[in-house]
Structure formats: structure tokens, C-alpha cells
């Protein structure tokens, strides 16, 4: 599955409570709870919608914390801790930089096996969906190799040419190949490309 299902949301936010003994709950940008430690989420809905149209990345709400989780530049999740200590604090932050990764993890997933020809034409479609990606654009594989293995600093230097543009995708396939996934504009040929 290309998508993090609820379960996985819930499994992620337990573990972090049986470690931090905070409490954790994910929602929606719509305020519709997705995962939550603990059963007495006050109705939220309000706050949840007016800090998603907020500019604010984090706020105090109440005895609540709220987060804002993105993939890319867009908003996917709030993420709320039950507390209003520094700690509090501190776990929200770390809970929301642990699902952003799971985000990317997801998306880096889906490209890999897309590009492994490994997936249903349907399935493609209903996954770039959930993911936020655009299905009618036209895009160029590169695989750049890298000279040695395990040459952390070449996928760091190509996803910081590229990373800027959030539609273009980046990621190693093994120790010496990266892949990257351009989008390119109709006006743009091969001969641009290379």
C-alpha cells in the first residue's frame, strides 16, 4: 500500500506515547480524527480548521499543542499533543518530523515500483492521486551513477540542484544510482534535457 494508512498512523503516535507518556493525535486538514492515544479529543473540528488557515507552523490551543505535518509544500495532517509543557512541545515536534518522513518514505516508495513497472495502470492513477501527483504532465528519467558506493554527499548534491522544484523526484535506487524524475515543460526537448 503507497498510502499511510490509519493503522500505521496509530501503531507510529502508540509507540511514540509508550515512550514520551504523551499523549498524540492525528487528524485531517478537515479536523476528521485519523489516529489518537487517547478518547477524549474535545470536538477540535473549529481549532483544527482555523490553525490549517493560519500561517502559523505550531500554536497552543487550549491544553493542546498543534503541529503542522507537509509533504512537499503541502499540508496533509495536524498533529495534536495533549499537554502544555516545553515537552509537550518538544515530542509534537518530533511526532510530526516522524510522520512527515514516513510521507516521503511513502512517495519515494511508489515512484521506485512505478518505475519497476511493477504496478496497474489503475493503481497508478488512484495512488499518484492520493499522492498529490499530477498524472497529465511530461516527465524524463535520469539515472545518474555515482563514481563510488555509498557516495552519501552525491545524493545530497543532486537533490539540492533539484529539490527546489517539489515536483521533481529524487532518490537512490542502490549504493551507486540515483534516480531523478523531472518534470519538463512542453517547450523543452531532449536536447534541453541533456
Do not use: W
Not at 68 to 77: A, T
Request: negative net charge.
Amino acid at each position: 500500500e503507497y498510502m499511510i494508512s490509519n493503522q500505521i498512523l496509530q501503531d507510529t503516535i502508540d509507540g511514540l506515547k509508550n515512550i514520551t507518556r504523551t499523549d498524540l493525535c492525528v487528524l485531517d486538514t478537515e479536523g476528521k480524527i485519523l489516529a489518537s492515544t487517547f478518547k477524549d479529543v474535545d470536538d477540535c473540528e473549529e481549532a483544527v480548521l482555523a490553525f490549517v488557515d493560519s500561517p502559523a507552523e505550531s500554536q497552543a490551543i487550549r491544553d493542546y499543542q498543534f503541529f503542522k505535518v507537509f509533504d512537499d509544500n503541502q499540508l496533509e495532517h495536524i498533529l495534536l499533543a495533549k499537554g502544555e509543557t516545553d515537552d509537550t512541545y518538544m515530542v509534537g515536534k518530533i511526532a510530526a518530523f516522524q510522520i512527515q518522513n514516513l510521507l516521503v518514505a511513502y512517495k519515494d516508495n511508489f515512484i521506485k515500483t512505478l518505475l519497476l513497472d511493477n504496478l496497474l495502470l489503475v493503481d497508478i492513477y488512484n495512488r499518484a492521486k492520493k499522492l498529490h501527483i499530477d498524472t497529465d504532465v511530461r516527465r524524463i528519467v535520469f539515472i545518474i551513477e555515482t563514481k563510488n558506493e555509498k557516495d552519501t554527499n552525491a545524493l545530497e548534491t543532486v537533490r539540492n540542484i533539484f529539490s527546489t522544484k517539489t515536483k521533481d523526484f529524487i532518490t537512490a535506487v542502490d549504493e551507486k544510482n540515483i534516480i531523478l524524475v523531472k518534470e519538463v515543460k512542453q517547450t523543452e526537448s531532449y536536447d534541453d534535457m541533456n
